[in-house]
């Protein structure tokens, strides 16, 4: 059998075609591979991003809540107070009304401090005792000493 020079340069080209194909082939399958790990890495980034929504859907849910019952008892409160009495808007107020409160508030005053002004001077002898580290005063040589160990 013999071949003729057109023959051996018919198979050449064949040979050369079939491997351009097997190397066209191999980056085709790598194309493929890349393109399916992008596939997986974008699923399972969706996958996140959509748990990442519920949950912020969840803490709307939650949010919008507590200010539905915050507002409710702002609500209440302000019913409780000012409808129902002790504070009042001092909008709807006329002159004389407003200087009735006024003079009730300072009538108030004085024994709103005899209330609590003996709760202030304890508060203020505990810290001047702690602050000298003076010995509580049970006789009055013992104030006298306290006395001018402050006063030194």
């Known amino acids: 059998m013999r071949f003729s020079l057109q023959d051996v340069s018919n198979g050449k080209r064949r040979i050369h075609q079939l491997r351009t194909l097997i190397r066209s082939d191999a980056i085709l399958d790598s194309a493929y591979n890349q393109v399916q790990n992008q596939d997986e890495t ?29 507002s ?9 107070l000012v409808m129902l009495g002790g504070f009042t808007s001092h909008i709807t107020f006329t002159m004389d009304q407003r200087q009735h409160m006024y003079s009730v508030e300072r009538a108030n005053m004085p024994r709103f401090f005899i209330r609590h002004g003996v709760l202030l ?32």
Do not use: C, F
């Open 42 to 70: 974008l699923r399972r980034e969706h996958n996140e991003l959509q748990q990442l929504v519920n949950s912020l859907r969840r803490t709307i849910h939650e949010l919008e809540s507590n200010q539905e019952m915050l």
């Open 121 to 152: 001077v304890e508060m203020t002898q505990t810290w001047v005792m702690q602050k000298h580290q003076l010995q509580p005063v049970h006789t009055s040589e013992q104030r006298v000493k306290n006395l001018q160990v402050i006063h030194a």
């Open 72 to 80: 409710d008892s702002y609500d209440e409160l302000h019913h409780g």
